[in-house]
């Protein structure tokens, strides 16, 4: 299990988790944060602070989010628009640095 950002952070971008994370495991896209799935260790600390509610266990996604389980794997395991590369597992969030990009659905997305 992991914890994964659904559809409330589209456009919200607060970036409370991401302070919060003790790990740097959250990463800027363009619309929404991504949370990379082998670098979490579980903890659960960006949840609560979450200010939409946006952040849930990748089994306890709402039924009408589950694209984005999908989307935050997608976001690490293939090429982001304009990159011949998979960004995969850099590490750290802060090293990656804002990435200003998303995953076709999620550029697409529409509340």
Request: charged content about 20%; glycine content about 8%; hydrophobic content about 40%.
């Given at each position: 299990?992991?914890?994964?950002?659904?559809?409330?952070?589209?456009?919200?971008?607060?970036?409370?988790?991401?302070?919060?994370?003790?790990?740097?495991?959250?990463?800027?896209g363009?619309?929404?944060?991504?949370?990379?799935?082998?670098?979490?260790?579980?903890?659960?600390?960006?949840?609560?602070?979450?200010?939409?509610?946006?952040?849930?266990?990748?089994?306890?996604m709402?039924?009408?989010?589950?694209?984005?389980?999908?989307?935050?794997?997608?976001?690490?395991?293939?090429?982001?628009p304009?990159?011949?590369?998979?960004?995969?597992?850099?590490?750290?969030?802060?090293?990656?640095?804002?990435?200003?990009?998303?995953?076709?659905?999620?550029?697409?997305?529409?509340?």
């Amino acid at each position: 299990m992991t914890f994964v950002i659904g559809a409330p952070c589209v456009d919200i971008m607060d970036r409370a988790c991401v302070e919060e994370c003790p790990v740097d495991c959250i990463y800027v896209g363009g619309r929404m944060a991504y949370i990379q799935p082998t670098e979490c260790v579980d903890c659960g600390a960006c949840e609560p602070v979450c200010p939409v509610e946006a952040i849930y266990l990748d089994t306890d996604m709402p039924s009408d989010q589950r694209q984005f389980v999908a989307e935050n794997a997608r976001f690490f395991a293939e090429p982001l628009p304009g990159r011949t590369e998979a960004l995969g597992s850099p590490g750290s969030a802060a090293k990656a640095g804002e990435l200003g990009v998303d995953t076709p659905f999620v550029q697409a997305f529409t509340k």
